[in-house]
C-alpha cells in the first residue's frame, strides 16, 4: 500500500528489521528528509558523519548504507533510480528562513515536521540529527563552496531501502524552496514486510 506524504508535512512510523522501505517522488523534483532512530533504544540514531566516514563517500546511493552514531548499520539502499541526495545540510527550520532567506515570518519546515512526527515516540527535537535528505541535489565547487540546485528526480524515481535494525523513521515532503526547484509536491512511501 502506498502512503501520501502531502507537501510541506511529514509523517513517522516503525520498521522492522528486515522489511524494506520504498521512497518515491511521485511528480518529480522533490526532496524527502529522513531521520531513523533505534526503536529498542532512541539514543542511538542516524549519524552523517558515521555514514560519510564507512561509506568513504558524500554521495550516498544504491550499495551504501546508513550507519548509527553507535557505529551500526541501520539501513542499506538496495535501489535508488535518481542517484543523487545529500547527506551533509541539516533538515530545514525556522532559523534556515530567517538566517539564509531573510524570512521572519512563520514558515513550514522539515524539522519541525519530524519532531511533531516523532514527538508520538518520545523523540524531542535536540534528538532530531543531520537528515539523509532523499532526492536532494547539492553540489560542491572546486573552493568548497556548496550550492543547492533542483533535484534530479524525475516523476516515478524512488529509493529502495532495507531496516537491518528495528527502526522508528522519521519522512518529509520538503518545505524549503530551493531544494524543491520552488514548487512543493508529496512525497509517498511504500513498506514491504520482511517477514
Known sequence: ?????????????????????????????????????????????????????????????????????????????????????????????PETFQILYNNPDYHPSCFENLYTNLAQYGIEPDDVPTAFNIFMNVQFAADGELSVDPPLSKAGDYVLFEAKMDLIVGLTACSAEQSNNYSFKPIEYEIVSGG
Open 1 to 93: 500500500m502506498t502512503t501520501r506524504i502531502e507537501k510541506q508535512t511529514g509523517a513517522a512510523f516503525q520498521l522492522k528489521a528486515g522489511d524494506k522501505l520504498k521512497v518515491i517522488d511521485p511528480l518529480g523534483e522533490q526532496v524527502s528528509d529522513m531521520v531513523l532512530f533505534n526503536a529498542n533504544d532512541k539514543r542511538e540514531r542516524v549519524s552523517s558523519g558515521k555514514t560519510l566516514d564507512f561509506e568513504n563517500t558524500i554521495l550516498i546511493t544504491k550499495g551504501h548504507h546508513l550507519w548509527s552514531n553507535r557505529s551500526q548499520k541501520m539501513m542499506e539502499i538496495l535501489e535508488d533510480t535518481n542517484g543523487r541526495n545529500d547527506f551533509l545540510l541539516a533538515p530545514c527550520s
